[in-house]
């Protein structure tokens, strides 16, 4: 079955600073890679996904994230955050043929004024 | 399009009841799903539904039960509820097979406390 590691459970980040979220699948097999963001007392929302194609795929909101094959990565990135971001982000897996999703332990960003 | 709806949004119960959770979509799609959030562990699948009539048991089922009579509904029944069960509990929806890239749609989340 699929796995997805997402090793730090909290990242404050003052305001205006970079950010990476760090996230490592299990899988030998095509897998397509999501990141889903959670606002308090929301449920959750996608904010990218990688499919096929570029290894680099980008949000409306100025995230990236960067499929790595051969270190079975997929990690987010924003070079600036805003208060705004502040958010649980989760990280998902599925592979070909897959009826559901896998998700990472989420990692929840603090943006500190 | 109101998207995904559960109802009720908080939900407190005794040990020994039962309840049903309600899930709704309004745009016609075929997979619906359900996941329980617990604190630090992520989102678990309990049951997921390929279309009307046919559902499947994800990684954590038991405790639980699903049906799926219309596209449209998806409803999750708790029988004889434990501690155990207190969670979030999110409902989704995707058109096909989240394998074909499709994204999953949630709805708002039910907070249930069994006490």
């Not at chain 1, 600073?17 to 095509?30: H, K, Q, W």
């Not at chain 1, 194609?53 to 270190?71: C, D, H, P, R, Y």
């Not at chain 2, 449209?72 to 029988?79: M, Y």
């Not at chain 2, 999110?90 to 074909?100: G, L």
Request: aromatic share 12%; with cysteine.
């Amino acid at each position: 079955a699929q796995s997805v590691t997402q090793l730090d459970s909290q990242v404050p980040v003052f305001e205006e600073a970079p950010v990476e979220l760090r996230c490592n699948y299990s899988s030998s097999v095509s897998v397509y890679l999501f990141w889903y963001v959670q606002y308090p007392n929301q449920g959750l929302q996608l904010l990218l996904k990688y499919l096929s194609g570029s290894t680099l795929v980008e949000s409306i909101n100025g995230f990236e994230a960067e499929f790595n094959k051969s270190q079975t990565s997929f990690h987010l990135r924003k070079p600036s955050v805003h208060i705004s971001d502040t958010a649980e982000y989760f990280c998902a897996v599925t592979e070909t043929g897959a009826n559901n999703l896998f998700f990472g332990t989420g990692t929840r960003l603090t943006v500190i004024p | 399009n109101a998207g995904v709806t559960q109802t009720p949004k908080f939900r407190i119960l005794k040990i020994g009841q039962s309840m049903t959770l309600q899930c709704a979509q309004d745009m016609n799609h075929n997979y619906m799903y359900w996941y329980r959030q617990d604190p630090g562990m992520g989102l678990k699948l309990i049951y997921y539904s390929v279309g009307a009539g046919i559902t499947d048991k994800g990684e954590v089922p038991n405790g639980y039960n699903v049906s799926r009579s219309t596209t449209e509904d998806f409803p999750l029944r708790l029988e004889l509820a434990a501690p155990s069960q207190t969670s979030v509990y999110f409902c989704a929806s995707t058109i096909n097979r989240v394998s074909a890239g499709d994204t999953q749609y949630f709805g708002p989340g039910t907070r249930l406390t069994v006490l």
